[in-house]
Structure formats: structure tokens, C-alpha cells
Nanobody, 112 residues
Framework: VQLQESGPGLVKPSQTLSLTCTVS??????????WGWIRQPPGKGLEWIGRIGYSGSSSYSPSLKSRTTISRDNAKNTVFLQMNSLKPEDTAVYYC?????WGQGTQVVVSS
């Protein structure tokens, strides 16, 4: 299984971030599998954002829940992250993962 994140590298404050994680070599609807998003701000540790499960249910970090949505397109085998009202502190490398498998990450900078 391989994961590939993609999205805009630069977003302005207050705008919405939309990232895509394309999964190959496996189905995102595989039983008991979860697909998550994690980020790492510069100079800081990893922060869990949320995940979506094989049944389609999602869960989120309490601190990000109010402005985050994780969804999926089963036909395209793709998982999405949408985060609203971006702030400069949302600048980070964003990763998607499934089990122990991680994508290479995509850099997002929030700046005007």
C-alpha cells in the first residue's frame, strides 16, 4: 500500500485548506482499517488531526474538531482533509497514514 498527499503549498489566513490522500495498492474500505491525518509544525512534534474508518465514520482531535472535516471517495480510493479558518500556526507538514504506512507528507504554509 502506498499513500500520496497532495494540495496547495501556500494558503492565506482565514482560507480553507483542502488536501488529498490517494491510496494505491489497497482499498480504503478494507475492514477494520482507518485512514488518518497527522501534521508536524516546524520545530514541533507530531499532532494527530483525525481519521476516517472503514465504515465511513470519522473522529477528530478535540482542538481541531470545530474546523476540520475528513471524508473519502471510495470510487477514487481517496481520503480528503478539509480545514477551515486557517491560521499561521496551522503551518506544518501534513501526513496521511493507514495503519503503519505513511505518505511522504506535504508542506502547507499559512501566510498572507
Amino acid at each position: 500500500v502506498q499513500l500520496q498527499e497532495s494540495g496547495p503549498g501556500l494558503v492565506k489566513p482565514s482560507q480553507t485548506l483542502s488536501l488529498t490522500c490517494t491510496v494505491s495498492g489497497g482499498s480504503i474500505t478494507t475492514n477494520y482499517y482507518y485512514w488518518g491525518w497527522i501534521r508536524q509544525p516546524p520545530g514541533k512534534g507530531l499532532e494527530w488531526i483525525g481519521r476516517i474508518g472503514y465504515s465511513g465514520s470519522s473522529s477528530y482531535s478535540p482542538s481541531l474538531k470545530s474546523r476540520t472535516t475528513i471524508s473519502r471517495d471510495n470510487a477514487k480510493n481517496t481520503v480528503f482533509l478539509q480545514m477551515n479558518s486557517l491560521k499561521p500556526e496551522d503551518t506544518a507538514v501534513y501526513y496521511c497514514n493507514g495503519g503503519s504506512i505513511w505518505g511522504q507528507g506535504t508542506q502547507v504554509v499559512v501566510s498572507s
